[in-house]
């Protein structure tokens, strides 16, 4: 398998879990959406970093980080996803499809953003 192509299956599994993970917090109940959406947002970063790691991809992160256009899209899109999230949790009606279709299209367009040299 070429990295190309482990890249979009990682990348779908990302997704899938990422979209599939509403369903597991909405069985939990308890807590408010509030705490659900900050709770993905807090783990997704110390897992980010452990992946990031075990990969060895942090050379590739500076290039982007001094790239202020990128980082600005970056910026914009990841502060968007707890949004996103708190609709979701919040309304969990029509708006759970919608916001779920954006996801994945953000996650579409960071992949092809990243993949840019």
């Avoid at 899938?16 to 909405?26: D, E, I, M, S």
């Avoid at 609709?87 to 954006?102: D, P, Q, V």
Wanted: glycine share 4%; net charge positive; proline share 4%.
């Amino acid at each position: 398998m070429t990295e190309s192509q482990r890249g979009v299956v990682l990348a779908l599994i990302a997704g899938l879990v990422w979209g599939l993970a509403p369903l597991y917090f909405r069985w939990v109940g308890a807590a408010s959406a509030l705490e659900i959406v900050l709770h993905r947002v807090l783990w997704s970063v110390p897992m980010l970093a452990i992946a990031m790691t075990l990969m060895r991809r942090w050379p590739q992160v500076a290039p982007v980080l001094r790239d202020r256009r990128k980082l600005c899209v970056l910026i914009v899109t990841a502060s968007l996803i707890p949004l996103e999230l708190w609709e979701i949790f919040h309304h969990f009606t029509w708006l759970k499809i919608a916001a779920l279709a954006l996801n994945i299209a953000i996650v579409w367009y960071l992949i092809h953003l990243l993949r840019e040299k």
